[in-house]
DNA sequence: GCTCATTTGTTCGTATGTATC
DNA sequence: TGATACATACGAACAAATGAG
């Protein structure tokens, strides 16, 4: 089928990045969707009538941009949250290196509209006056309170977010409900971490003493084409657990 | 010259992989100066007697990692520090996700060999008998301390380890330094991360008042089939700088 | 403006190694 | 163990940009 011209024709466009194009193409219109496993290298250079060296350098730049990741011995597969990586599920609690990780359960305490704030929108790349939604949530790791986090969503972006019953914000992580609601995968995601004694509402939501030790990670994440679509501050407790990341 | 060894012996670390760090370490080193032209393709081909498409490879991951740029007809130029993108595997410190970097230095605080230790090898998954090299360092950002750290490499990887002059290790980043000299790459991180009040030998140290919050991170680094060869501490100060993490 | 040597960019094809199931 | 699929390595040929003469 439709072999890929080749150059003779003056053609300036390099048939690698024809091919990369065509692949992006079907990724961002949900043809094909985060997890799906792409045609093999071979099979992609048979039916555009290209050499394998060529779905190689196609397949690999799509690979570095985020819209696909590769195992070797199984496949190719879309880049979207949830099989991406399963070392990138966001917070992973344990107790050390070789223990077992703790239970997670999430409590949703609320969300509402509010008006644009100066430090988030700039976060977000948004104008000034864009207003925002707000969504508190509390993780419950074993039952016990550990993470307080305050997320931010462009109104503009998420139409009707209010719409949605409580519990779909409980029932799985919020970024595979918005990738499922509105499309939007993540690609990657940017983290400040800092610790900071906890502050007085801080204190009362997670039951700790005043000014005890807390885990403040501020988070921006990222969907197609480098655009920031959350903005989100979490309090993390991590008296005996601790935060597991792999990169 | 110095033809990279090739598969047969059963090593595990690509060709295109250590022609990408030899260069590297140029750039890092500061041999390889921004704006030199590194030798053409076919050059370095022949010197290291590998083939074009190997150096070819090497070559383009240092482009898109931003080390290097390319100019059809003229040749490979390192690139300016700006354009450089060390996402990972380093700690990047500022202020704000608006704000630009702080300045790194690293002084090196001493290297010795110490008996196992049970956590730490379990960890490195190697006996318990086995014996390790410690190596203290404090990272000053902007001349100001606010990192120590802990590391633990296991003897038997590390052969001769304490030969080598202190000030190697305070010139580029350790990682690079293990790579160059022992050949082993990092392949990917775990880090448990924690936010503990400051003990007593860290206040003094970092120069902070007793119970401070403090980020406490353990990272064990891992290299080919996944095998761990570095486990280290780090004790952080963020007071008014925060960690950036991108994935 | 033209030619030529140099250097990178693209495309091809083949062979073998290695991870996964 | 075998089939599949990606990873690495080799090498050849030609296109396109650059800069010098």
């Known amino acids: 089928m439709g072999a890929m011209t080749n150059k003779k024709s003056g053609d300036p466009v390099p048939i690698y990045l024809k091919l990369q194009t ?34 190689k350098k196609a397949i690999l730049n799509l690979a570095n941009e985020g819209y696909l990741y590769r195992v070797q011995g199984k ?18 609690f344990l107790k050390d290196f070789n223990n077992p990780e703790a239970n997670l359960n999430i409590e949703f305490l609320g969300l509402k509209k509010t008006k644009g704030i100066e430090h988030v929108n700039r976060c977000l790349k948004i104008r000034h006056n864009q207003a925002l939604y707000e969504i508190k949530r509390l993780f419950l790791f074993n039952k016990k309170p550990l993470i307080y986090s305050l997320s931010y969503l462009p109104q503009k972006l998420f139409v009707k977010l209010d719409d949605f019953s409580p519990k779909q914000f409980e029932r799985v992580p919020i970024y595979l409900f918005l990738e499922e609601k509105y499309g939007l995968p993540t690609i990657y995601n940017q983290e400040l971490i800092s610790s900071v004694p906890a502050a007085h509402e801080i204190t009362q939501l997670l039951k700790v003493p005043e000014r005890s030790p807390i885990l403040f990670i501020e988070m921006i994440a990222f969907t197609y084409k480098k655009r920031p679509y959350e903005y989100r501050q979490s309090y993390c407790i991590t008296g005996n657990n601790k935060i597991l990341r792999e990169y």
Do not use: Q, W
Request: glycine letters at 12%.
């Open 22 to 55: 065509k692949l992006m193409l079907e990724i961002e219109s949900g043809r094909l969707e985060p997890g799906d496993r792409i045609p093999p290298e071979n099979r992609l250079a048979d039916h555009h009538g290209v050499s394998i060296g060529t779905v």
């Open 75 to 92: 496949g190719t597969f879309v880049a979207g949250t949830t099989l991406r990586r399963e070392s990138l599920r966001y917070y992973r």
